[in-house]
C-alpha cells in the first residue's frame, strides 16, 4: 500500500484501465488481448508490460489459444484481482469523503 | 464517485492523486460498460419506438374490421420488415459489442439451441392451430408466450433478475393479448413491447452510470 493506503499495483492510470475494464464483464469473463488494447488505446508494448504486472501479483490470468496460425492471448480478472479492485475503491471511498 | 480532472497528466508522468484516480474509475467504467453492454439503451428505445410503430399500424388496419379478418396484405410487410430490422440490429449490435469476450456474456450453443427451438415449438404449435380452423389472427399475441418463456427460463439459470422480468413481462404480453380480443390483441402487443423494451433501456443506462 502507498501512503494514502491505495494499492500501489492498481494506482497507476494504464493498470486501473486495465483491472476497470475486465471488472466490467461478468465474473469469470476474459477479454481478448487486442480487443483490451482497442478498448484502452494502447500500444501493445505498454499493454504487456502492465499486463504482466497485474498476472505477477496474481491480479488476472492469462490464457494465450492457438488457432492456426494465429495466437490469442485471453485475459481475465481474478477473483483476486476483483477483490483488490473493491478494496481499491472503497479506500478512494473514504479518502474522498465517501463522493 | 463522480469527478473530473486531468488523467491525462497522470498518465504523462504526473501526479496520480485520489481524485484523478476517482476520475479515471468512473470514466473507464462507464467506457467499458457502454462498449462491451450487447443491448445498448439506444439500440432497446429504437427497438420501443419500431415496435410501438410496427403493431400500431396493424392494429389501426384492423381494429374497424367486423368481423375481424387480420392483417390486410399491406401490413404483413411492415410487419416482416420490422423482425427483419430488428433482427439484424441486435445480431450485428450484440456481435459488435461481445467481440473478443469469452464466456458467460456469450451464449453457448445450447442456450442458442433452446432459443431457436421456442421459435420452432411456437410455428408447430401455430400449424397445429391452424388446422384445427384457430388461426393466427385470432391470437396474435400468444406467439409470445413460448418465447417468452423460454427467455425467462434461460436467464433464471443465468441469474440474471432483469431479463428473468421481461421474459415473464413477454409472457404475460401474450396471455393478457389472448383477453383483448384479436384487434385489441395487436394494440396490448404494441404498448407492452414498446413499455418493457423502453424499461429495460432504461434499467441498462442506470446501470452503467451507477
Known amino acids: 500500500m502507498n501512503g494514502d493506503g491505495l494499492d500501489p499495483l492498481i494506482h497507476v492510470p494504464t493498470r486501473l484501465k486495465i483491472v476497470v475494464t475486465l471488472a466490467a464483464l461478468p465474473d469469470g469473463d476474459g477479454l481478448s488481448f487486442t480487443r483490451l488494447q482497442d478498448l484502452l488505446e494502447l500500444t501493445p508494448g505498454n499493454l504487456i508490460i502492465a499486463l504482466r504486472k497485474l498476472e505477477e501479483a496474481g491480479y488476472l490470468s492469462s490464457e494465450k489459444t492457438r488457432n492456426g496460425s494465429a495466437q490469442k492471448t485471453t485475459v481475465t480478472l481474478t477473483r483476486q484481482g476483483r477483490a483488490a479492485l473493491g478494496a481499491y475503491t472503497q479506500t478512494l471511498r473514504d479518502l474522498l469523503g465517501g463522493l | ?210
Open chain 2, 1 to 210: 464517485m463522480s469527478h473530473t480532472s486531468g488523467t491525462a497528466a497522470a498518465d504523462n508522468g504526473g501526479t496520480f492523486g485520489p481524485e484523478q484516480a476517482a476520475a479515471l474509475l468512473d470514466q473507464t467504467t462507464q467506457r467499458a460498460r457502454r462498449k462491451l453492454q450487447p443491448s445498448p439503451p439506444w439500440l432497446l428505445a429504437t427497438r420501443a419506438v419500431m415496435v410501438l410503430a410496427a403493431l400500431g399500424v396493424i392494429w389501426l388496419s384492423v381494429r374497424g374490421q367486423h368481423p375481424y379478418k387480420g392483417p390486410t396484405a399491406a401490413d404483413i410487410p411492415v410487419l416482416i420488415g420490422f423482425v427483419v430490422v430488428n433482427f439484424a440490429a441486435t445480431v450485428a449490435v450484440r456481435a459488435r459489442a461481445v467481440a473478443g469476450v469469452s464466456g458467460r456474456t456469450r451464449f453457448s450453443q445450447g442456450e442458442i439451441a433452446v432459443l431457436v427451438a421456442s421459435f420452432a415449438v411456437t410455428v408447430v404449435a401455430m400449424a397445429v392451430l391452424a388446422a384445427d380452423g384457430v388461426g393466427l389472427a385470432t391470437y396474435p399475441t400468444s406467439v409470445l408466450v413460448i418465447p417468452g418463456l423460454a427467455w425467462a427460463a434461460l436467464m433464471a439459470a443465468r441469474r440474471n433478475r432483469l431479463e428473468v422480468a421481461i421474459g415473464i413481462a413477454i409472457v404475460v404480453m401474450g396471455i393478457l393479448g389472448a383477453f383483448a380480443g384479436p384487434a385489441g390483441a395487436w394494440a396490448v402487443a404494441a404498448v407492452g413491447l414498446c413499455a418493457v423494451l423502453l424499461g429495460n433501456a432504461v434499467a441498462v443506462a442506470r446501470h452503467q452510470h451507477a
